[in-house]
């Protein structure tokens, strides 16, 4: 047995997954996709899930973002298992404390880009005045503001992908989920998203959790956390298992 280093406290978990399963489908034909994740995630810390294709990854990111509940073993937000709430409360406290950079939670095409990026806020119940201003906020955050009138369909890819950020970060979010969240940029674009990520992790706090097959961001990533066949294979700080990298 190692002596691990020591590792200062960098502060309460925000998120924690505690001996996490998801099975999909059931009896004989069920597929065990986690086998029993433990997992935190610290305020303010950026954390990448790397691992193979089918590994996991974002089976894992949907449970911790409470957009799917654990086959067995909890989810914590803040200390408090996310399965004593209600549904109605689980969409509220999801609402009210993510942001998502889901390939898969398009924008909606015929739509302005204001309307896109405010439907957090609509959502919330935020008054007309206010959602005005928040999401005039989040689009000059993003150097958008002047796209606030164009339709999301004539945007560019990175434009699309400021939108997208702009939504994740319009209701203040304390964590923003990334899955692949430069995958379909060219390279310097997708650098100028990174900045932005990690900009808004460091400026205002907000702790992001990354699944990436990009070594590159994966590494500017505050630790990784590799996913080898539904487990936790090394989550150690500042360091990628080796033999099972991100592709
Ligand atoms: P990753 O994001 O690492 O590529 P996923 O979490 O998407 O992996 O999937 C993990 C495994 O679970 C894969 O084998 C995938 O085929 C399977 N899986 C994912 N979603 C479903 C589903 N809704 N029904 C059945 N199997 C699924
Ligand atoms: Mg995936």
Redesign the pocket.
């Known amino acids: 047995m190692t002596i691990a280093p020591p590792v200062p406290d960098p502060g309460q978990p925000i998120l924690q997954a505690v001996g996490v399963t998801r099975a999909?489908?059931r009896g004989a034909a069920a597929?065990q996709?986690l086998r029993g994740v433990d997992l935190d995630i610290r305020k303010g810390e950026s954390v990448a899930i790397v691992?193979?294709?089918?590994?996991?990854?974002?089976?894992?990111m949907h449970l911790l973002a409470l957009l799917d509940r654990p086959t067995s073993g909890s989810v914590l937000v803040e200390g408090s298992d996310a399965a004593d709430l209600r549904t109605r409360d689980l969409n509220r406290l999801r609402n009210a404390t993510f942001g998502f950079v889901f390939q898969q939670f398009f924008l909606t095409a015929g739509q302005t880009v204001f309307d896109n990026v405010s439907l957090p806020l609509m959502i919330a119940g935020v008054p007309a005045r206010e959602r005005r201003r928040r999401t005039m906020a989040a689009l000059d955050a993003l150097g958008i503001a002047d796209k606030a009138s164009n339709r999301a369909v004539d945007l560019s890819g990175g434009q699309k992908q400021r939108v997208v950020i702009a939504r994740a970060l319009v209701g203040e979010p304390a964590v923003i989920f990334a899955d692949e969240p430069t995958g379909n940029l060219d390279s310097s674009t997708g650098s100028q998203v990174e900045d932005i990520l990690f900009g808004l992790q460091r400026d205002r706090g907000i702790t992001l959790v990354v699944?990436t097959h990009d070594r590159e961001l994966a590494a500017r990533c505050g630790r990784s956390v590799t996913?080898v066949d539904?487990v936790v294979a090394d989550a150690s700080p500042l360091s990628v298992a080796s033999g099972e990298v991100a592709r």
């Open positions: 999909y489908g597929f996709a691992g193979k294709s089918g590994s996991g990854k974002s089976t894992l699944v996913i539904g």
